[in-house]
Structure formats: structure tokens, C-alpha cells
């Protein structure tokens, strides 16, 4: 049997198309931002933090890791619900993203301050700055510099990882997807233009990484 390729409905369904890029691209970028703060919070406590506080973020490090994404979701969506915590189909995927990213972000930035000498965390000191200033400026910067494509890469996974929520019904890509084959029953041609474009978004998103790498540690990324 001969199968005809059309791709007829990308007219029609062309602004499907765009609103599930951009809440995408939404997604990412507010899970990129708050999920390496929230990564360099809990890097800052497993490794220089008070004795009390490493075995917190050390067990959720651990749940979070070792737990699959879609279950984290569905708990946040879905479980959280039990408590009184009810939230949209976007809150619970950007929330979702930002707790995933925090804890994967959490060890490779820890690698990074953890490969920083002793002997700058004294120079700090004899410089008369802060612990924080110290933290930032002496420790932290070139924690980055050292793990940033490492850093940029599970930038880029989590972007891809999003697609699942689209089982909570948040309008993303691969809701657009799943919505444009139900109604043309199109599933080459739909799922074939969500792969390029999912293709498109990660290679874009690893050169503006790239690029702000060079922005925010030029000497580094220059060798």
C-alpha cells in the first residue's frame, strides 16, 4: 500500500503550531533560569553549607534524580491537589522543570565549586571580603566557567524532557502535535514537523548558551 505525504494542514493548523512553540520556549526559559538558581542554592548548601542543611538537599538530590520526570509532574499536578495545592496545567510543568533542573544543576555546579582550591577561599578572607562575596566572586564564577557546557547540555535535555507535559494537557509542541494528528489523523507528517522542530529549538538553545558563555567567561571559553 502506497502512503501520500501532505502536509496540506500546516496552513490551517500553522498558529497551533506557534502557541505550543512558545510556551516551549516559555518553559524552558523559565525553567533554565529558576532551575540554575535554585541549583547553585542547593550546590552552595551541599558544599559549604551548614552540617544541618546537606542532608536535606542531599535527599532531595537523590528523589529527584533518581525519580522519572513524569512521575514529579504528575505528583506536582496531580498529588498536590490532596494537600490543597492546586495549580494550571502551566504552573505544575514550570514548577515541574525548575525542581528537575535545580537538583541535576545542583551536582554538576557542586563538581565545579568543589574543584576550587582551598587556598582561594583564604585569599578571599585576606582581601577582607564577605563570606557571600567570597562565595560569589572567588568561588562561584569559576565554578561555572569549568562546568558550563556540562551545565548547558542538561539545559538542553530538560527543553526535550518537556514534551511530557503534555500529559497534563500544558499546550506545549507536543501538544500541538498530538492535537494536529487527532484531527487530520496525519501522524507521520504531524509528529515529523514537532521532530524538526524540537531539532531547530535544541540546536538554537545550545548556541545562545554557547554564545553567553563567551559573554560571561570570555577567557575561558577563548581556550
Known amino acids: 500500500m502506497n502512503y501520500t505525504f ?53 535527599a532531595y538530590v537523590e528523589l529527584i534524580r533518581n525519580t522519572p520526570f513524569l512521575i514529579q509532574l504528575f505528583f506536582i499536578f496531580f498529588g498536590l491537589p490532596a494537600l490543597g495545592l492546586r495549580m494550571s496545567e502551566l504552573q505544575a510543568a514550570n514548577l515541574a522543570m525548575v525542581v528537575n533542573l535545580g537538583a541535576y544543576g545542583c551536582e554538576i555546579i557542586r563538581a565545579g565549586i568543589q574543584a576550587t582550591p582551598k587556598g582561594q577561599f583564604e585569599a578571599g578572607a585576606s582581601l577582607g571580603m564577605s563570606r557571600l562575596q567570597t562565595f560569589w566572586y572567588v568561588v562561584l564564577i569559576p565554578a561555572l566557567q569549568r562546568i558550563w557546557p556540562a551545565l548547558s547540555s542538561q ?41 524538526l522542530i524540537y531539532l531547530a529549538l535544541a540546536i538554537a538553545l545550545r548556541q545562545l548558551l554557547r554564545g553567553l558563555g563567551w559573554t560571561l567567561f570570555p577567557k575561558r571559553t577563548a581556550r
Request: charged share 10%.
Open 155 to 195: 539545559i538542553v535535555i530538560v527543553m526535550l524532557g518537556s514534551a511530557a507535559v503534555s500529559q497534563i494537557a500544558a499546550e506545549d509542541l507536543t501538544f500541538a502535535a498530538n492535537f494536529i494528528q487527532s484531527r487530520t489523523f496525519r501522524a507521520f507528517e504531524s509528529y515529523f514537523v514537532a521532530t
Open 6 to 58: 501532505d502536509f496540506g494542514w500546516l496552513i490551517e493548523y500553522w498558529p497551533v503550531l506557534l502557541k505550543g512553540i512558545g510556551i516551549t520556549v516559555e518553559l524552558t526559559l523559565v525553567g533554565g533560569v529558576l532551575g540554575v538558581a535554585l541549583g547553585i542554592a542547593c550546590a552552595w548548601a551541599r558544599a559549604l553549607g551548614p552540617g544541618w542543611l546537606r542532608p536535606v538537599v542531599a
